[in-house]
T-cell receptor, first 116, second 113 residues
Framework: NAGVTQTPKFRILKIGQSMTLQCAQDMNHNYMYWYRQDPGMGLKLIYYSVGAGITDKGEVPNGYNVSRSTTEDFPLRLELAAPSQTSVYFC???????????????FGSGTQLSVL | GENVEQHPSTLSVQEGDSAVIKCTYSDSASNYFPWYKQELGKRPQLIIDIRSNVGEKKDQRIAVTLNKTAKHFSLHITETQPEDSAVYFCAARISSNTGKLIFGQGTTLQVKP
């Protein structure tokens, strides 16, 4: 298994540009998440999904959109990029919490995004 | 809203000493508390976790304690080694239905040889 795969690893955007951060997992996990990590800060939840066709907002959803058309893929869309969106973005997945066999969060390797 | 506070933000210890990192959470319904270690430029990795029906859990040199009444939990690392140097994050799960984790701000641990 490849686990959680994120692309691209690095990207520089100009203010106002749009892009999609890709995330795919091959572990058949129902639950998927997008976090952002600002320098010296913790991880903030942007959006999450509990299954295909179901998404919901996290702590900091403004400026982002997501979709979940398949179990495997959970892309994050940035519209009208702003300097405040400069961050490291982590995608993660986990099995369903029920039954409580394995609640571990599996992280992708991250995307370093700079908006200039 | 839900919040997790983590202290200290930085911690420096001598090799062989113990290190303690503390977190408090706001939502009394939280029922799962993992700790993640993140080395520079790497993804966070789970090192230990505890559920709300357990007061303490130990795995070799690391242990986690939970005080549900006070709504705080702590990470204890004994006999620290230079390879323990990293950023440590606590987290609390606020909903079993969604698996959502709220993370603390992180603690940068430096173990001096």
């Amino acid at each position: 298994n490849a686990g959680v795969t994120q692309t691209p690893k690095f990207r520089i955007l100009k203010i106002g540009q749009s892009m999609t951060l890709q995330c795919a997992q091959d572990m058949n996990h129902n639950y998927m998440y997008w976090y952002r990590q600002d320098p010296g800060m913790g991880l903030k939840l942007i959006y999450y999904s509990v299954g295909a066709g179901i998404t919901d907002k996290g702590e900091v959803p403004n400026g982002y959109n997501v979709s979940r058309s398949t179990t495997e893929d959970f892309p994050l869309r940035l519209e009208l990029a702003a300097p405040s969106q400069t961050s490291v973005y982590f995608c993660a997945s986990s099995p369903s919490p029920f039954p409580r066999i394995n609640e571990k969060l599996f992280f992708g390797s991250g995307t370093q995004l700079s908006v200039l | 809203g839900e919040n997790v506070e983590q202290h200290p933000s930085t911690l420096s210890v001598q090799e062989g000493d113990s290190a303690v990192i503390k977190c408090t959470y706001s939502d009394s319904a939280s029922n799962y508390f993992p700790w993640y270690k993140q080395e520079l430029g790497k993804r966070p990795q789970l090192i230990i976790d505890i559920r709300s029906n357990v007061g303490e859990k130990k795995d070799q040199r690391i242990a986690v304690t939970l005080n549900k009444t006070a709504k705080h939990f702590s990470l204890h690392i004994t006999e620290t080694q230079p390879e323990d140097s990293a950023v440590y994050f606590c987290a609390a799960r606020i909903s079993s239905n969604t698996g959502k984790l709220i993370f603390g701000q992180g603690t940068t641990l430096q173990v001096k040889p």
